[in-house]
């Protein structure tokens, strides 16, 4: 499912920089547990002063009370076009019988010493 698009893309602005990001989110089960994921995710970057842009997933199964936040790589290639994120985002935690998984996404800026910016968040669910 597409948590944002290259025509809709899901962007932030913070401290002088500004990113965009776009991929899609998928949960699927694997034996006993659930894996929550960021795939087919690019971003663009204007840095201002080091900064980096990532993608954060936080993820939650239903029935259960465990919730995971993971991260993309932080990444800075300035290049004006899509650029591929070295890493994706995996949540992998335990199913104990959950039915449904959520994940919600934000784009964010890596911002040294500071309180990183991001973007509201877009979130999906899907059953298992």
């Known amino acids: 499912m597409a948590y944002a698009t290259t025509s809709s893309p899901q962007t932030v602005k913070g401290f ?5 990001t776009f991929g899609e989110w998928d949960a699927t089960k694997v034996g006993g547990d659930f894996e ?16 980096k842009v990532y993608v954060r997933l936080s993820s939650w199964a239903y029935s259960l ?7 993309t790589s932080h990444d800075n290639k300035v290049s004006g076009s899509w650029t ?15 039915s449904k998984v959520s994940g919600s996404l934000a784009t ?19 059953k298992l």
């Open 16 to 20: 002088g920089s500004s990113a965009s």
């Open 65 to 71: 009370v465990e919730i995971g936040e993971v991260h």
């Open 84 to 98: 591929d994120f070295r890493w994706a985002a995996l949540d992998r935690m335990n199913r104990w019988g959950a």
């Open 108 to 126: 964010c800026l890596d911002v040294p010493w500071r309180s990183d910016p991001c973007s509201s968040n877009k979130t999906h669910s899907k």
């Open 36 to 51: 929550s994921r960021t795939w087919r995710t690019k971003y663009k970057i204007v840095d201002a002063d080091d900064h």
